[in-house]
Nanobody
Framework: QVQLVESGGGLVQAGDSLRLSCAAS???????MGWFRQAPGKEREFVAA????????YYADSVKGRFTTSRDYAKTTVYLQMNSLKTEDSAVYYC?????????????????WGQGTQVTVSS
């Protein structure tokens, strides 16, 4: 069993920055960790992902250049640094762990999910 706990969400203004954390416990060190978000009435969409072994990162076009994901082996924690936030970034953000599929951009490929943390960006 894997437990993922997201934190760091909140209310910010457009242009501000926010850092999300995802702490993993139990069965740790999956192949990859992903960040997804879901706004009301919309599908859950891929945001970013990172592999534990090499630290390779992947980003959605909508956040490329603004968001950065990283990992900390000692803390078994991944981070999502969000800069230059826009109102359209408002959503519930989820972290997820994937153990076998290696299809990091697809939500259905992930095995465990966190509870989500709300990010609200006002104008």
């Amino acid at each position: 069993q894997v437990q993922l706990v997201e934190s760091g969400g909140g209310l910010v203004q457009a242009g501000d920055s926010l850092r999300l954390s995802c702490a993993a416990s139990g069965r740790t060190f999956s192949y990859g960790m992903g960040w997804f978000r879901q706004a009301p009435g919309k599908e859950r969409e891929f945001v970013a992902a990172i592999t534990w072994s090499s630290g390779s990162t992947y980003y959605a076009d909508s956040v490329k250049g603004r968001f950065t994901t990283s990992r900390d082996y000692a803390k078994t924690t991944v981070y999502l640094q969000m800069n230059s936030l826009k109102t359209e970034d408002s959503a519930v953000y989820y972290c997820a762990a994937q153990y076998g599929s290696r299809w990091l951009r697809r939500a259905s490929s992930y095995d465990y999910w966190g509870q989500g943390t709300q990010v609200t960006v006002s104008s």
